[in-house]
């Protein structure tokens, strides 16, 4: 009776052994499942872990003011009477609207973290100057 149990056991961990790895691997479902809850514990580490959150809030005040300097930098220089100050503003224009559509789209991919406590000196996107 004893070497039945043994020999059951020992098959059923066969099983386990060789099936978990197939239906997670292989299979559509054990893929979703897989990657629906590596998926669910990124995202909490990712709310929760104070680097994560540092890197995103000092990406994101590194952006603002750098779009910041371009934009007045456009805004001394845009109506200029010499040319070459005409030019650098047009320049800082297309800095500053490179940087607002990188900052707006960085929002979006990390506007998890924050979800409703985002800090006050991080905007919720950045105007194109037009």
Same mark, same amino acid.
């Given at each position: 009776m004893k070497d039945i149990l043994l020999a059951i056991v020992? $098959? %059923?961990?066969?099983?386990v052994i060789i099936g978990l790895p197939i %239906? %997670?691997?292989?299979?559509? $479902?054990? !893929?979703?499942?897989? +990657? +629906?809850?590596?998926?669910? $514990?990124q995202k909490v580490d990712d709310k929760t872990n104070y680097n994560t959150l540092k890197k995103v809030?000092?990406?994101?005040?590194a952006m603002i003011s750098s779009y910041e300097t371009d934009r007045l930098t456009y805004e001394q220089y845009k109506d200029s009477d010499d040319e070459d100050k005409r030019s650098w503003a047009e320049q800082a224009k297309m800095r500053a609207n490179k940087t607002a559509s990188s900052y707006n789209n960085y929002i979006l991919e990390n506007s998890f973290i924050w979800e409703d406590a985002v800090p006050r000196?991080? !905007?919720?996107r950045l105007e194109y100057i037009e």
């Amino acid at each position: 009776m004893k070497d039945i149990l043994l020999a059951i056991v020992a $098959v %059923f961990l066969i099983i386990v052994i060789i099936g978990l790895p197939i %239906f %997670f691997g292989a299979t559509p $479902v054990g !893929k979703a499942l897989w +990657n +629906n809850w590596f998926y669910d $514990v990124q995202k909490v580490d990712d709310k929760t872990n104070y680097n994560t959150l540092k890197k995103v809030e000092d990406t994101c005040r590194a952006m603002i003011s750098s779009y910041e300097t371009d934009r007045l930098t456009y805004e001394q220089y845009k109506d200029s009477d010499d040319e070459d100050k005409r030019s650098w503003a047009e320049q800082a224009k297309m800095r500053a609207n490179k940087t607002a559509s990188s900052y707006n789209n960085y929002i979006l991919e990390n506007s998890f973290i924050w979800e409703d406590a985002v800090p006050r000196d991080i !905007k919720s996107r950045l105007e194109y100057i037009e």
